[in-house]
């Protein structure tokens, strides 16, 4: 954390009434205290970095674990006895009287939750009021920076190019009469991501016919059913350039393996990409006249499906935040998993994914939207907005 940052940090607090940010964490279960100070090494004690709306941070660091702290600005408070870590830190923060923590009320983000209760009652014990540090994670945690922006462009034109070349295998194996099971295209757009200089946490999806209603579906070798004529074929791939503090690109794109896609997977395609887009305008529509918070835009691309009397099939979030994991630290769009109130800031990626999930068959889309100064931007063209046919 360099000067900068922590100017901008304590101006923020003083700005939002608070006495100051601790953070919190313990055997590395905190990751946002982990990657926010930068904790590499052994971490399997408590410690606390508090950083004051004025004045010099204060590190509360076990004896044994000095070396992952020398690097923080500021302070730094050794203890081995708990004793002792209870007795500094109540003299630290005497005349306290707000702080944020990473607490989230009645458990509704617990993306945010990640202290616990003993350690909440403690520093209340102190006489202070403990607030959600959410929005100060959201402003200082998951705001990407101008080369991670570009990293993540790049992913997407991959993802792209992968996604093109993944139908058309598809096809081609069809054509030729080669088997080509959900297992064999996810291995091929591994292949993808190998060529391309990039990785991935967790495999691509493939999902044939009813496969697909299970949005977290994993083909296996075993188990993998064959793409053959007249199959809805959903694949969502994400993945990033295997470069230090890249961004994930993610992106769901459909195709059917016939010539005339069925009635009823239209209307519901055409329905979730009607979502989708509504959801967009809304935060173009508002982003210079208010502040947009997850939650609504959540609720707006949720009205549109259940409108249409199919709200039961959409199961998930409408999105997830995207950073250097594919489900980053910054606001998700979402008021139906959790309630997630923290605004939309510029530097803020996520993506926009409504789906329709029936027992024989699934249909989804998925967008990366990056707020930028400006407001809302599609970090991808083109926007799928029929089921492509492959023959």
């Known amino acids: 954390m360099n000067s900068n940052k922590l100017r901008q940090i304590q101006g923020e607090l003083a700005r939002l009434g608070l006495d100051g940010w601790l953070i919190y964490d313990f055997h590395g279960g905190n990751d946002i205290a982990v990657r926010f100070l930068s904790l590499s090494g052994i971490i399997t004690r408590r410690s606390f970095y508090f950083i004051p709306a004025s004045g010099t941070p204060i590190a509360f660091v076990h004896a044994i674990e000095k070396k992952p702290f020398d690097h923080l600005p500021g302070q730094k408070i050794y203890y081995s006895s708990y004793r002792i870590l209870e007795e500094k830190l109540r003299r630290a923060l005497e005349g306290k009287k707000r702080l944020a923590m990473e607490y989230s009320p009645k458990g509704r983000l617990p993306y945010i939750g990640k202290v616990d209760a003993g350690t909440l009652e403690l520093i209340q014990s102190f006489g202070i009021e403990v607030v959600t540090s959410a929005n100060l994670v959201a402003r200082f945690d998951a705001c990407l920076s101008p080369e991670q922006i570009e990293s993540h462009r790049e ?48 495999p691509p999806i493939c999902a044939v016919g009813p496969n697909g209603s299970n949005p977290h579906y994993v083909p296996t070798e075993d188990g993998a059913a064959e793409i053959t004529r007249d199959n809805l074929v959903l694949i969502d791939l994400w993945a990033k350039l ?17 010539s005339e896609l069925p009635q009823e997977y239209a209307e519901h395609f055409a329905l979730v990409c009607m979502a989708r887009d509504a959801a967009v305008k809304y935060m173009q529509d508002h ?90 931007e599609i970090t991808q063209t083109p926007i799928q907005q029929e089921v492509a046919l492959l023959f």
């Open 155 to 202: 992913a997407i034109a991959h993802l792209f190019e992968i996604k093109g070349a993944t139908f058309s295998l598809i096809k081609r194996r069809i054509e030729t009469g080669n088997k080509i099971t959900e297992y064999d295209a996810v291995q091929f757009m591994l292949e993808c991501f190998e060529r391309a200089g990039m990785i991935t946490d967790d």
């Open 287 to 376: 982003w210079k006249k208010q502040k947009i918070y997850g939650y609504q835009v959540d609720d707006v691309c949720r009205a549109i499906i259940t409108h249409d009397n199919l709200g039961n099939y959409f199961t998930h979030r409408t999105g997830h935040s995207i950073a250097e994991d594919p489900h980053g630290p910054g606001p998700n769009i979402d008021n139906l998993e959790t309630e997630d109130r923290r605004q939309l800031m510029p530097g803020h990626l996520f993506s926009i994914e409504p789906g329709l999930y029936f027992e024989d068959h699934a249909v989804r889309t998925e967008i990366d939207v990056l707020i930028t100064e400006d407001g809302p």
């Open 242 to 258: 295997k470069k230090p503090r890249s961004v994930y690109g993610d992106i769901t794109w459909m195709c059917y393996t016939g």
